[in-house]
């Protein structure tokens, strides 16, 4: 399995961003993607993740109401969409899938700064 990441960067507090990720194969392959984080000094954490098969869709409480998770089918692409980013939303985003079971696989990660 492979991922490719798009988005991150250097983002002013109050901006938004959006990260995409695109798996091998065929976005149907999977059961759930989405993104975790890991801040500086911390662990990896869930940011958001959505069932490709359906509706359901998680987020870390941190980001509720401020990130969005969409399943862009016909890019095969998961995007997420964060807003009103704040200082400490820095940290290195991992695209994952879950194959099933809970396997999960990961991207490489892209770095998203979040400073003036």
């Known amino acids: 399995v492979q991922l490719q990441a798009f988005g991150g960067g250097l983002v002013q507090p109050g901006g938004s961003l959006r990260l995409s990720c695109t798996p091998s194969?065929?976005?149907?392959?999977?059961?759930?993607l989405g993104w975790y984080r890991q801040r500086p000094g911390q662990q990896r954490e869930l940011v958001a993740g959505c069932a490709i098969h359906g509706s359901p869709t998680q987020y870390e409480d941190s980001v509720k109401g401020r990130a969005s998770i969409s399943r862009e089918y016909w890019k095969n692409t998961v995007s997420l969409q964060l807003t009103n980013l704040k200082p400490e939303d820095t940290a290195v985003y991992f695209c994952y899938v879950d194959v099933g079971g809970g396997e999960l696989h990961w991207g490489q990660g892209t770095l998203v700064t979040v400073s003036s």
């Open positions: 194969g065929s976005i149907y392959d999977y059961t759930v």
